[in-house]
């Protein structure tokens, strides 16, 4: 078997604690986990006051979209498993509780901009995404494509792009010199955005991206045994979007490079599994 190496990173997750310090709307949007301070990222400078009261999103949360459900579209595919191998990018409340998850209720949209995609990309998307949603019972639909390009922080909410919606997540093929953490050994880079929140049990994930190396999947997709090998970056990437952070465990695909692995271990399957158990924000 060939070894693969490739290094796979998570990308920086936006993620805006509003803690409410007293009752005015001005002294609501202040500290910040784990972003700090002045680090607050210009999308939030805009938000009105809360309105209805210091737990109310209605005011920093858009509209639910036509497609969300009262209950949860689907369900997670595998079986509870005993593994501990799998670690999840934020918990609901610190180490060892729920994980920070997207609403079940809706599907998660995306958006794929081609610019540096290899032969065979669809179906690379289409594959690794059935494998998440089957894992999870998390609904994805693929929007189109788009001509967005790939930013370091991008807002999860953007009005004059997408109207009053979270923005779609952004599935990018594009190349080192466009998005610099790609450089070297890493061919892709992944992870979601979380909606702003005032208590711990409002946290859940809106939006993300996805990046992935062109140049470095073409390479990848010549060698031996490549569409399996790349298709399993691409499951990897998709498991960081729904919230999967890397795991010691080198027998399982969340391990932060791959060894050789073609699919997602009964640790990775179990931390996905319990990311499609996530609350409903539908109302
Ligand atoms: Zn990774």
């Given at each position: ?64 979209p ?25 918990t609901?409340?610190g ?6 998850a ?97 208590t ?44 999967l ?39």
């Open positions: 078997m060939p070894l693969v190496i490739a290094l796979l990173v998570v990308a920086v997750t936006l993620y805006v604690h509003l803690a409410v310090l007293g009752r005015s709307a001005t002294s609501s949007v202040a500290g910040g986990v784990p972003i700090s301070g002045g680090d607050v990222p210009s999308w939030l400078n805009g938000i009105p006051g809360t309105g209805g009261g210091a737990r109310d999103t209605s005011a920093i949360w858009p509209p639910a036509p497609d969300a459900r009262a209950q949860p579209i689907g369900m997670p595919g595998a079986s509870r498993s005993s593994s501990t191998d799998y670690v999840f990018m934020h609901v409340t180490v060892g509780g729920p994980p920070v997207w609403d079940p209720c809706r599907p998660i949209h995306l958006l794929v901009n081609n610019a540096e995609a290899p032969p065979g990309a669809d179906q690379l998307v289409r594959e690794a995404v059935a494998s998440v949603s089957s894992a999870t019972g998390l609904k994805f639909v693929i929007e189109g494509i788009t001509t967005e390009a790939p930013t370091e922080r991008r807002a999860p909410l953007d009005r004059s792009r997408y109207g009053d919606r979270w923005s779609p997540v952004l599935v990018a093929w594009t190349d080192p010199s466009a998005v610099p953490d790609l450089q070297g050994r890493v061919a892709g880079l992944a992870g979601p955005s979380g909606a702003p929140y005032y711990a049990d409002q946290q859940h994930w809106v939006s993300g991206t996805v990046s992935l190396d062109g140049p470095q999947f073409r390479e990848i997709l010549q060698r031996p045994g490549g569409w399996a090998s790349a298709r399993a970056i691409v499951m990897h990437e998709f498991a960081h979007l729904v919230g952070n890397h795991v010691p465990a080198p027998s399982q695909l969340m391990y932060e490079d791959n060894v050789g692995q073609t699919g997602f271990g009964p640790g990775d399957l179990e931390g996905l599994r319990q990311l499609g158990l996530g609350r409903c924000f539908t109302a």
